[in-house]
C-alpha cells in the first residue's frame, strides 16, 4: 500500500538556519502530496502541496518540489524562525481522494 | 482557513467504560469527517470515513463495533471508544472537508484519552 517515510528528528537549528525535512513515498499511482505543520496546542494545517511532478509548493517561506523521479517531497526553508518550531508532516493522497496518508513527523525546535 | 473543534482536549476514563469525543465543523458544512489515531512517534493512522447521514466506512482492522462513529448532521461527527481498555489510550485527531475531489482537510486539536 502507500506510505510516507519522512525525516526523524527532533531537528534543533538556531534562528535564520537553513531547514531541510526529508520526505519520501511510496505510492502505486500519481498522488497529491503535502506538508502539514502542527503548532503546539494547535490542530494540523495545511503548509503547501504539490499535485503533479514538479509542481512546487510553497507559503511561508517554506517550499517542497514534487520529485517523480526519486519519489521525494522535501521540505526546505532558507531562514527559519522560532516561530517555525511545530512538528511536520508529510502526507500523500492517490486520485483526488481526500484520505490521507502520512508520515511519522517531524519535530522542529527553532532556538533565538 | 475553516475551523473544526475537537472536544474534549483530553479525557481520563476507567477500563470498561465509553468514551465520546467530538468534532465538530465551526464555519463550514462538512461532507466528509476523518477520524484517524496516532501512536507515540507514529504516524497518523486513518481509522474511518465518515459521509453525513451514512454508515461509516472503516479501515482494515479497525474494529467497528468498538470505535462507534455517528456523523449525524453536516457540522458534527462522533467517535464512542466502547469498553475502553488501556490499549486505547492514544491521541485520536479528526479532520473534515466540505466535498469530493482535491479539497482541503481541516483538522481537530486532538483528543488524548488515557485509559487507567
Known amino acids: 500500500g502507500d506510505s510516507v517515510t519522512q525525516m526523524e528528528g527532533p531537528v534543533t537549528l538556531s534562528e535564520e538556519a537553513f531547514l531541510t525535512i526529508n520526505c519520501t513515498y511510496t505510492?502505486?499511482?500519481?498522488?497529491?502530496l503535502f506538508w502539514y505543520v502542527q503548532y503546539p496546542g494547535e490542530g494540523l494545517q495545511l503548509l503547501l502541496k504539490?499535485?503533479?511532478?514538479?509542481d512546487k509548493g510553497s507559503n511561508k517561506g517554506f517550499e517542497a518540489t514534487y520529485r517523480k523521479e526519486t519519489t521525494s517531497f522535501h521540505l526546505e526553508k532558507g531562514s527559519v524562525q522560532v516561530s517555525d518550531s511545530a512538528v511536520y508532516f508529510c502526507?500523500?493522497?492517490?486520485?483526488?481522494?481526500?484520505?490521507?496518508?502520512f508520515g511519522k513527523g517531524t519535530k522542529l525546535t527553532v532556538n533565538p | 482557513g475553516a475551523v473544526v473543534s475537537q472536544h474534549p482536549s483530553w479525557v481520563i476514563c476507567k477500563s470498561g467504560t465509553s468514551v465520546k469525543i467530538e468534532c465538530r465543523s465551526l464555519?463550514?458544512?462538512?461532507?466528509?469527517m476523518f477520524w484517524y489515531r496516532q501512536f507515540p512517534k507514529q504516524s497518523l493512522m486513518l481509522m474511518a470515513t465518515?459521509?453525513?447521514?451514512?454508515?461509516?466506512?472503516?479501515e482494515q482492522g479497525v474494529e467497528k463495533d468498538k470505535f462507534l462513529i455517528n456523523h449525524a448532521s453536516l457540522t458534527l461527527s462522533t467517535l464512542t471508544v466502547t469498553s475502553a481498555h488501556p490499549e486505547d489510550s492514544s491521541f485520536y485527531i479528526c479532520?473534515?472537508?466540505?466535498?469530493?475531489?482535491?479539497?482541503?482537510?481541516?483538522f481537530g486539536q486532538g483528543t488524548r484519552l488515557t485509559v487507567v
Open positions: 464555519d463550514f458544512q462538512a461532507t466528509t
Open positions: 504539490a499535485t503533479k511532478a514538479d
Open positions: 465518515s459521509n453525513e447521514g451514512s454508515k461509516a466506512t472503516y
Open positions: 479532520s473534515a472537508s466540505i466535498g469530493l475531489g482535491d479539497t482541503e482537510a481541516f
Open positions: 502526507a500523500l493522497s492517490e486520485g483526488g481522494s481526500e484520505k490521507l496518508v
Open positions: 505510492a502505486t499511482g500519481y498522488p497529491s
